[in-house]
């Protein structure tokens, strides 16, 4: 049989996002209740009870203890043995754990440290030595649990991050062109950086006879320099720049500058090349 007992509702929202959470495994019911009475007035401690050693484990991993108190002297289950268990238990092994004892042993109570246990309490202990051994060790977990928190979603925030930044590489090399053998042979390389930039090229026939042909750089790195860059493949691409001739460069360059200055996109500016070949003279 297992009974659990909760002397108040989880510490309000805001305070932590992990309040203090003991779990006592004990056979005896009056050992419980002891603890229990202790921990009552407690309104940052919520306590559950557990008096059957076998079902220590399933009651650990649903409860999620910020500290487990753990009696050594049990029927059927060596309360050793669940030392072991514990730290055995990937979910469990960094757990603090108190183990209670019925009286002062030195042998004992160095096997317990050497099986994992946290600290060590001659049952019953004073109320004042519990709840300060409670606060201790499970303020010094709630840090731990913290901490792995915040690193598991800064790792998820940089996942998104190089997800986003993959997915816009894709995207800009979705606009380069195709290599071609004739009638005019064009062939390229791709050779990433580690960052993101704003490197871009492209070429593309004006007519049957004239090809224009540019690569830009766009300063800095990352996805404002990428857009940008974008931004202008897709103007040159689709020869939307008013007023301009694309057949002529100069016309073409004072366009782009008119269209894109710096003050607009973040102070970002740019360099490119713009030449247009005519096959027919060379």
Same mark, same amino acid.
């Given at each position: 049989?297992?009974?659990?007992?909760?002397?108040?509702?989880?510490a309000?929202?805001?305070?932590?996002?992990?309040?203090?959470?003991?779990?006592?495994?004990?056979?005896?019911?009056?050992?419980?209740?002891?603890?229990?009475?202790?921990?009552?007035?407690?309104?940052?401690?919520?306590?559950?009870?557990?008096?059957?050693?076998?079902?220590?484990?399933?009651?650990?991993?649903?409860?999620?203890?910020?500290?487990?108190?753990?009696?050594? %002297?049990?029927?059927?289950?060596?309360?050793?043995?669940?030392?072991r268990?514990?730290?055995?238990?990937?979910?469990?092994?960094?757990?603090?754990?108190?183990?209670?004892?019925?009286?002062?042993?030195?042998?004992?109570?160095?096997?317990?440290?050497?099986?994992?246990?946290?600290?060590?309490?001659?049952?019953?202990?004073?109320?004042?030595? $519990?709840?300060?051994?409670?606060?201790?060790?499970?303020?010094?977990?709630?840090?731990?649990?913290?901490?792995?928190?915040?690193?598991?979603?800064?790792?998820?925030? +940089?996942?998104?991050?190089?997800?986003?930044?993959?997915?816009?590489?894709?995207?800009?090399?979705?606009?380069?062109?195709q290599?071609?053998?004739?009638?005019?042979?064009?062939?390229?390389?791709? %050779?990433?950086?580690?960052?993101?930039?704003?490197?871009?090229?492209?070429?593309?026939? $004006?007519?049957?006879?004239?090809?224009?042909?540019?690569?830009?750089?766009?300063?800095?790195?990352?996805?404002?320099?990428a857009? $940008?860059?974008?931004?202008?493949?897709?103007?040159?691409?689709?020869?939307?720049?008013p007023?301009?001739?694309? +057949?002529?460069?100069?016309? %073409?360059?004072?366009?782009?500058?008119?269209?894109?200055?710096?003050?607009?996109?973040?102070?970002?500016?740019?360099?490119?090349?713009?030449?247009?070949?005519?096959?027919?003279?060379?």
């Open positions: 049989m297992t009974t659990s007992a909760q002397s108040q509702p989880a309000p929202v805001g305070l932590s996002q992990f309040p203090i959470t003991v779990l006592l495994v004990d056979d005896q019911l009056i050992i419980g209740e002891a603890v229990r009475r202790m921990i009552a007035d407690e309104s940052d401690i919520t306590f559950h009870f557990c008096n059957d050693p076998a079902r220590a484990i399933e009651t650990a991993q649903t409860v999620r203890p910020t500290v487990i108190l753990q009696d050594l %002297v049990m029927p059927d289950v060596d309360g050793m043995m669940l030392v268990f514990y730290r055995a238990d990937p979910a469990l092994r960094d757990t603090p754990l108190i183990v209670l004892s019925s009286k002062e042993e030195p042998v004992v109570k160095a096997e317990a440290f050497a099986c994992g246990a946290n600290d060590y309490l001659v049952k019953l202990p004073d109320k004042i030595e $519990l709840l300060a051994r409670i606060r201790y060790h499970s303020s010094a977990y709630i840090r731990l649990l913290e901490r792995n928190e915040a690193n598991a979603a800064l790792a998820a925030s +940089r996942q998104r991050l190089a997800d986003e930044m993959s997915a816009a590489a894709q995207y800009l090399m979705s606009l380069f062109p290599p071609t053998p004739k009638p005019v042979a064009l062939d390229w390389r791709y %050779v990433p950086s580690a960052d993101l930039g704003g490197d871009a090229f492209g070429y593309d026939w $004006l007519d049957d006879d004239r090809l224009a042909l540019y690569m830009l750089d766009v300063t800095g790195h990352g996805l404002a320099s857009l $940008l860059s974008v931004s202008i493949m897709n103007v040159l691409r689709s020869r939307s720049l007023n301009a001739d694309f +057949r002529d460069p100069a016309q %073409v360059l004072g366009g782009l500058n008119d269209a894109f200055p710096g003050e607009a996109y973040g102070d970002k500016f740019f360099t490119i090349w713009y030449g247009v070949y005519c096959r027919s003279t060379g």
